[in-house]
């Protein structure tokens, strides 16, 4: 018990408490805007669940702190293994919420749903960390760029297999850019991939999605798909119509005219960037944006300072994974990114969404206390 407690007390004394205050203030952000959200159910349940999760969040960032990244590191195998089975239980247990991907886990004896790809994002970092710090001494050969390639089709080919789930799989594809670039992989490579890319978008967009998945490109740029914003454009009208009522100042919390009676989908979850528009105004969504942005920055900033090459893979790949969700959600809810169903991070409401993100930058508050292995004789084998 006395080295169960000495150990928190070393991560309060030397782990990123900025880091960790900007996340609450933002959750803290994040739960008023919910309960003002959720304020026409007639319910505390989601504001009950939001804050229970900061709390188990909370005590998930101090905890995860403390976890060696070279121990870690050396067992990526079991990383791998661990999302494989947290995917594989999406064939038993698996339920879509009539969303028509089955990404969440109804799992027994516990009382809210699971999404395992949130987990997974945590993993993946981890395990794309660690082999490219294995093979940082010739990051841009065949066999380092094909065995980091391997870990991302693996994982993004299970997961929408399993879960239909392709907007949550292009998080996958965007830390794998983003930590490439950050890594070092040569310029040569990027352009490769995007060639491969455009030879394939043919077949991608024919035989891969569904169409339902193509409309919700297409009305990105053309204006004859749905022009009375009653079908493929009406969750984009109705959010738009939200971010503009509320003008500089918004209509006020627990007083949003579509807000406050629910005519916004989704309005806790994907679309609450357009609840606080109404409600809080333009004011509101820069002070939710200045928020994201500072943890962003934060995180980049602790990577920078480390000078040990995983630890700062670690913070890219967390950087690269909030940069994407925020772009994605608000993007979506602006009418400039496709709706891919992405939650804005530490805002919206989602249990799995808040703990998860908290674990993950717990890893960048552990660089923050640890910028360098304990032993400069570690070895990581390669493979």
Not at 146 to 157: D, P, S, Y
Not at 189 to 212: C, D, H, N, Q, Y
Request: aromatic fraction near 10%.
């Amino acid at each position: 018990m006395r080295r169960v407690l000495q150990s928190i007390w070393n991560v309060f004394r030397r782990g990123d408490l900025i880091l960790l205050l900007l996340c609450v203030v933002t959750s803290a952000f994040g739960c008023l805007a919910v309960a003002s959200a959720t304020n026409h159910q007639d319910t505390l349940r989601y504001v009950i669940i939001q804050a229970g999760a900061i709390v188990l969040g909370i005590i998930c960032y101090v905890a995860v702190s403390a976890v060696d990244l070279d121990f870690v590191s050396e067992h990526r195998t079991a990383l791998v293994l661990f999302n494989m089975f947290l995917l594989l239980l999406l064939i038993p247990f698996g339920v879509d919420f009539n969303s028509g991907n089955k990404s969440w886990l109804d799992l027994p004896l516990i009382p809210v749903s699971i999404q395992p790809a949130e987990i997974c994002k945590i993993t993946f970092v981890l395990i794309l960390a660690s082999v490219m710090s294995a093979h940082q001494q010739r990051i841009s050969s065949v066999k380092s760029v094909l065995t980091m390639a391997f870990h991302l089709i693996l994982l993004v080919g299970v997961n929408i297999l399993l879960s239909k789930d392709a907007g949550v799989s292009l998080i996958f594809v965007f830390i794998f850019i983003g930590m490439a670039f950050a890594g070092g992989v040569s310029f040569v490579w990027f352009l490769i991939g995007g060639g491969a890319l455009v030879a394939a978008a043919p077949l991608i967009w024919t035989k891969i999605m569904s169409e339902r998945q193509r409309k919700r490109f297409e009305v990105l740029w053309n204006p004859n798909i749905d022009p009375l914003g009653i079908d493929e454009r009406y969750h984009s009208v109705l959010s738009l119509k939200s971010l503009n009522g509320g003008g500089l100042t918004g209509q006020g919390l627990f007083n949003g005219n579509r807000t406050q009676i629910g005519a916004l989908p989704a309005q806790h979850t994907d679309y609450i960037f357009s609840a606080i528009g109404e409600e809080m105004g333009y004011i509101g969504c820069i002070l939710a944006l200045v928020l994201l942005l500072a943890i962003i920055a934060r995180v980049i900033y602790v990577g920078t300072r480390s000078q040990n090459y995983l630890r700062r893979m670690v913070c890219f790949g967390s950087a690269m994974a909030l940069i994407f969700q925020v772009c994605s959600n608000v993007g979506m809810c602006i009418g400039v990114t496709p709706v891919i169903g992405l939650t804005l991070p530490f805002i919206s409401y989602g249990g799995s969404s808040i703990v998860s993100l908290y674990a993950m930058l717990g890893l960048v508050s552990g660089v923050f206390a640890r910028p360098a292995p304990r032993s400069h004789e570690l070895y990581v084998r390669p493979y």
